[in-house]
């Protein structure tokens, strides 16, 4: 709850100090001379002297009502509105057999990939989010959507068995761009994250760049792994599960290539804080021209202390009335 105009509070406390002060310097002490009352004491009170401090208290409690109530107390809910056009922005994922290697200790490269992208996408409340996922094949998983919490469910659900295994970076480029083709986003943006080296797909991943660029889609590239051999799992049905050291083939040239020609950048990501900071990089790069708008539905709370503080006077008034001759 909150007050449309709290500065009555501090006023009504003054007007009450000033009156008790003034009350308190005009008195003068009275005086009554009698025999004694002690013929008085023990004898039971009327029902008029009974109600007379509880009409008292009526009163005091009206007044205070009323000073809520010229306060407008009101209580609502907020809701805020996303105006504007963002940008719009497909996340490209590898899926390759390859991003099972557990560089990124103590989880594989794809499930660390999968979480940064997810920070991202809760940090862009404005914008149109798309995924595409590629192996030796590429396919949109989800469609460019402001439905991030569904958009979240199927990147959490990504994985090895999706796709089979290799690294169509032109077919993931040329497969995005189609989706940001026709869109009318201020800014279209493809963030491409792969391990490897373009081995599958029809189409040549500097081709697709190129298709990219004349579209004025940037494809930022995202490099990722360690250098050199890194532990990679392998599944024995005899022995379980072991590791081997695999070192794999990262082609930064073609991912150099593929961010000058649409007028991006490649980052490289050696580590989970690394990708982390490569997509905050990304981010505030590519910033949203999105405003907010707050709206708050107020329910007026005064109106009801007022009609209160009214039937309390009147209760009062009319046992006042009623005990006339004991009343001041």
């Known amino acids: 709850m909150s007050f449309a105009y709290p500065f009555v509070f501090p006023i009504a406390l003054a007007v009450l100090a000033a009156a008790w002060w003034r009350r308190r310097r005009g008195a003068k002490p009275v005086s009554y001379r009698f025999s004694s009352g002690s013929a008085f004491e023990g004898l039971p009170r009327g029902a008029r002297a009974r109600l007379r401090p509880f009409a008292s208290g009526l009163r005091y409690v009206a007044l205070a009502a009323l000073v809520v109530a010229a306060a407008r107390p ?47 996408i809760s940090s862009r409340p404005g914008d149109r989010i798309g995924l595409v996922v590629f192996g030796s094949e590429s396919f949109t998983l989800c469609p460019l959507t402001l439905d991030h919490g569904l958009l979240l469910d199927l990147l959490s659900s ?56 004349t579209l004025g889609i940037r494809v ?21 599960r072991r590791y081997e050291r695999r070192k794999f083939d990262l082609d930064e040239e073609t991912l150099k290539k593929i961010a000058e020609i649409t007028g991006a950048e490649y980052f490289r990501a050696t580590s989970p804080e690394a990708l982390s900071e490569v997509y905050r990089t990304i981010g505030e790069m590519e910033k949203s021209p999105i405003e907010s708008l707050r709206y708050v539905a107020y329910k007026e709370l005064g109106p009801p202390l007022a009609a209160l503080a009214a039937l309390m006077l009147v209760l009062e008034l009319m046992i006042v009335t009623a005990i006339a001759p004991l009343y001041p």
């Open 158 to 213: 990504v994985d090895f068995d999706m796709v089979e295994d290799g690294t169509a970076i032109g077919m993931a480029i040329a497969n995005a761009s189609n989706r940001l083709r026709e869109t009318d986003g201020k800014s279209k943006v493809v963030v491409l994250l792969t391990d490897g080296r373009n081995n599958a797909g029809r189409v040549d991943p500097l081709t697709a760049a190129e298709l990219a660029a």
């Open 74 to 120: 009101q209580s609502g809910s907020t809701h805020v509105k996303i105006v504007g056009r963002g940008i719009d922005i497909v996340l490209a994922v590898d899926a390759s057999g390859s991003m099972k290697a557990e560089d990124f200790s103590p989880r594989n490269r794809l499930r660390v990939a999968k979480d940064v992208a997810q920070e991202f």
């Open 220 to 240: 930022y590239t995202i490099g990722a792994g360690t250098v050199g051999a890194v532990p990679y799992p392998v599944d024995d049905p005899l022995l379980g």
